[in-house]
Nanobody, 122 residues
Framework: QVQLVESGGGLVQAGGSLRLSCAVS????????MGWYRQAPGKQRELVAD???????NYEDSVKDRFTISRDNAKNTLYLQMNSLKPEDTAVYYC????????????????WGQGTQVTVSS
């Protein structure tokens, strides 16, 4: 089974940085648009940033100029560089792919990772 696996979360002080990664569990053909979402306790899951297969990016207003989303299509890996972290960034961060093209004839849509915890202390 093909899965998205996040890594890189942890505990950091306010003002610090973390880099999240999201990799596909096995070799696949390609991935369409991807994104990072987060969910804080008691709140709905929200989009943090997304990136098209061609590299066009979009950011939630509160993370603009602090977070950078990128992808390595050769490695089928998604990244989120988070700088100047704030306590309000504390949440579980989820990787999402609109569609995983496992082969030229088989794809899986709406795929989520298991999430990685990011905690920012004040």
């Amino acid at each position: 089974q093909v899965q998205l696996v996040e890594s890189g979360g942890g505990l950091v002080q306010a003002g610090g940085s973390l880099r999240l990664s999201c990799a596909v569990s096995r070799r696949i053909f390609s991935i369409s648009a991807m994104g990072w979402y987060r969910q804080a306790p008691g709140k709905q899951r929200e989009l943090v940033a997304d990136i098209s297969s061609g590299g066009r990016t979009n950011y939630e207003d509160s993370v603009k100029d602090r977070f950078t989303i990128s992808r390595d299509n050769a490695k089928n890996t998604l990244y989120l560089q988070m700088n100047s972290l704030k306590p309000e960034d504390t949440a579980v961060y989820y990787c999402h792919a609109d569609r995983l093209y496992v082969s030229s004839w088989y794809s899986i849509g709406d795929v989520w990772g298991q999430g990685t915890q990011v905690t920012v202390s004040s």
